[in-house]
């Protein structure tokens, strides 16, 4: 009974939040692993990203490249970079549907685009974001549950849980904790922090 309960709590508190990012989330897998390079016959120093059926915004900061911050962006096919080694300052993931903007803004640890090699001549695609995975760290303390929700896209690289719809973050989700014949028990509200 007291694993149905947890387990319902756990479902419930959840529906919200991956709705929400549902909404930024079209999922279309292209290509093999999060960092795929191709050979381009253009010159130059090259990077893109490919983020499945949203706009993604990166700021990427050099660990031994020459010259300043990239910023890459979705709705640009190519970036030009200096080649090199970046890292992440900055991601953010953007979708749009019926006439709402809906965002979500990424966080250390950067998984799999922790170390970005810009190499001269070729294209190197950044595959994150979507699908999202949603992973959760319960504890119990005296008679209460803190349910922490961590948000990793397709590299390893973490979102902040709370979602933006224009602009404005929206409220924590709210819960109903159920028995097994579905009589509402308890209902209550998450809280960020």
Do not use: C
């Not at 130059?44 to 990203?49: A, D, L, S």
């Amino acid at each position: 009974m007291k694993k149905i309960v947890l387990i319902s709590l756990i479902i419930v508190g959840l529906i919200t939040v991956l709705i929400a990012a549902a909404l930024v989330m079209k999922s279309a897998d292209t290509g093999s692993g999060p960092i795929a390079q191709r050979k381009n016959a253009e010159p130059g120093y090259i990077t893109t990203i490919t983020a499945s059926g949203v706009g993604a915004n990166l700021e990427l900061h050099p660990n031994d490249a020459g010259g300043g911050l990239v910023r890459v962006s979705g709705r640009v096919p190519k970036t030009q970079a200096a080649p090199g080694t970046y890292r992440p300052q900055s991601i953010t993931l953007q979708g749009a549907q019926d006439g709402d903007k809906w965002q979500m803004v990424g966080r250390r640890p950067w998984g799999q685009l922790e170390i970005i090699r810009v190499v001269s001549g070729v294209t190197t695609e950044l595959k994150l974001g979507p699908p999202l995975t949603v992973k959760t760290d319960v504890t119990t303390k005296d008679e209460g549950v803190s349910i922490g929700l961590s948000i990793f896209g397709k590299a390893g690289e973490r979102y902040n849980p709370g979602v933006q719809k224009n602009g404005e973050r929206q409220p924590a989700p709210e819960l109903k904790i159920v028995d097994e014949a579905g009589k509402v028990l308890a209902t209550g509200n998450f809280a960020y922090g």
